[in-house]
């Protein structure tokens, strides 16, 4: 299991760069597709169902809106990184945050042992042993999502809807403004 | 695709060879559209009893829109599904959630109390159980659904290709210098 | 072993989004960098030889609360997928703007902030 689990977050480290660095902006989209399904993959084996599916679909769709954005632009690929001295500072710093990080973990539980084991008034002791008598839902994700931790879904959804409209807003003004003074638009390029 | 249609076949044109991608595709969407509304809306139903949920089930339903818009071109997608008809329904599943969670205060409550489970039960492990977990389910399948659905249409309609290549072609050789 | 994985993951993303100078290589950055809080949240619930948190008709409530894995990171991160996916599509929006503003992807030729 945990072999597995490290093979497969090889896997995904190794298509996160070949992402990043790759020249070709199309090769770079389908290699972020790779890192989503083996991150689905993973959800699957972490026993989480239910966002293995979302997961899965959610990445079809990412994958469709990044390759209809950046299709047919005449420039796909952009060579070369910034200068020298941001690099470096900019590496330096990474692995400064790397290795405080390492230091945080080892302040967290050991994989394979949840918090909610070892303290007995995690709010996850709740859910599991009363969640079905309370809510009456079986499957104990919807019944968190919907009913214990209602506001943050509502939440979720008011973030969506803003951010929905902001895409429509953002959008929207060029094609109004296009049609006005296109001329002039051109002209001072 | 990119093809400007006048607005009166609009009807004609799931069989226009000359829009959307090849025939295959075609074919293959135009049989299996249904079964994917089919499975989300299955999702959103049985969200409370089985893997799933709003969240994944209305993803799901905005693939079919979106499978459709990329098969047969967006026309035949907004004659099922036009902007303004998502954005209502956006709306909607927005105000439905809203309402049910209002209607746990007029029960006497607090704000989101699952009021229909504790007024009368259903049978557990059963379709209508529960209480208005399944219809909050619904509500979030519905938004969630019609905004991306929306977003992809805004994302593909409103692209506008710009031709100034010429310009960018200049400032990189200046760079290159 | 596993969390420094998704650390070096999350870097990896970070370090896209520092360096690059595309505009669509920040946004494949900040993608990688959202699915490595998703993985790390939900391997911190993860239990040995745990079941998913859905309850069986049989199984009784006593034993499945000593076999189940943590559900509450696996509902955090269920809304997190679909928001990340709305916020992606408002970027991609503004990269698209950019384009067309610009008619480029790259971020040091857009100097002119007016307009």
Known sequence: MVTLLTVLLFFMVVGAIIAVETKDLLSSIICVGAVGFGVSIAFLFLRAPDIAITQVVVEVLVLVILIRATISRDVTAISGDREFFSMTVSIALLLVIFIFGLEVFKSFPQFREPVFTTMSDASTNTYIQRGLIQTGAANLVTSIILDYRAYDTLGEATVLFTAILGALAILRAKARKRTTDSSEGNSDQ | MGQKLTPGDSRSNLYNPQLGMTLIVKTVTRWVKGFIFLFGVYIVLYGHLTPGGGFAGGVIIAGAFILLTLAFGKEAALERMSKTVASEFDSLGALMFLMLAWLGLYFGGPFFVNFIQRNLPGKRFHLFSAGNIPLCNIAIGIKVGTSLFMVFIILSVLRVVVKKGERRMVQMKRRGE | ?115
Request: charged share 15%; proline share 3%; aromatic share 8%.
């Open chain 3, 1 to 115: 072993m596993i969390y420094a994985l998704c650390l070096v993951l999350f870097m990896v993303g970070l370090y896209g989004v520092v360096t690059k100078k595309n505009t669509v290589k920040i946004v494949i950055g900040i993608i990688i960098m959202e699915y490595a809080v998703n993985l790390f949240l939900v391997l911190l619930g993860y239990r040995k030889d745990g079941v998913a948190p859905i309850i069986d008709e049989g199984t009784s409530v006593l034993k499945f609360s000593q076999l189940a894995v943590d559900p509450l990171p696996q509902a955090l991160v269920l809304t997190a997928i679909v928001i990340g996916l709305g916020v992606i599509a408002l970027m991609v929006a503004i990269c698209i703007r950019l384009y067309e503003r610009y008619g480029t992807f790259d971020i040091t030729e857009m100097r002119r902030l007016k307009g």
